[in-house]
């Protein structure tokens, strides 16, 4: 992950296919401490604008309504918020159920942007559950 929209966020994360989905681990670090922040799969690849942007809105390929995970209906690249440490650092453990990894399909993540935001989503708003900017972002790639 790169820092975006002035952070100085960063980590490094996995993303490996395992059951009806796949599992994303690792560490973010720049975090505010003892702070919570939305953690989504974005539509596009692409982290090159200074505010990420350019990773468009969240994975939806079903055009479901933005949701909280283990609540249906939800974006298939919804996720719960992230909770960083008193050192600023969030151990990342998620698993995003329904999508898919190198496989073409429409569910497919390969190509396509993780995005930290400053503030936790609230599971609800819409399009993408107010989760303010996007301060961390990086391209899922083999």
């Not at 995003?96 to 936790?120: E, I, K, W």
């Amino acid at each position: 992950l790169q820092a975006r929209s002035g952070s100085a966020v960063s980590g490094t994360l996995q993303v490996n296919p395992m059951g009806d989905g796949v599992h994303v681990s690792g560490r973010i670090s720049g975090l505010a401490p003892n702070s919570d922040h939305g953690f989504h799969i974005h539509e596009k690849g692409d982290c090159s604008a200074a505010d990420a942007s350019s990773a468009g809105g969240h994975f939806n390929p079903a055009g479901q309504p933005h949701g909280k995970v283990g609540d249906t209906p939800h974006h298939l690249g919804d996720q719960m918020n992230l909770h960083a440490d008193a050192a600023g650092t969030a151990v990342v453990d998620a698993h995003f159920a329904g999508v898919s990894l190198g496989t073409g399909q429409d569910s497919d993540v390969m190509n396509r942007a993780l995005v930290v935001h400053a503030d936790p989503d609230d599971y609800t708003s819409q399009p993408s559950g107010n989760a303010g900017k996007r301060i961390a972002c990086g391209v899922i790639m083999k």
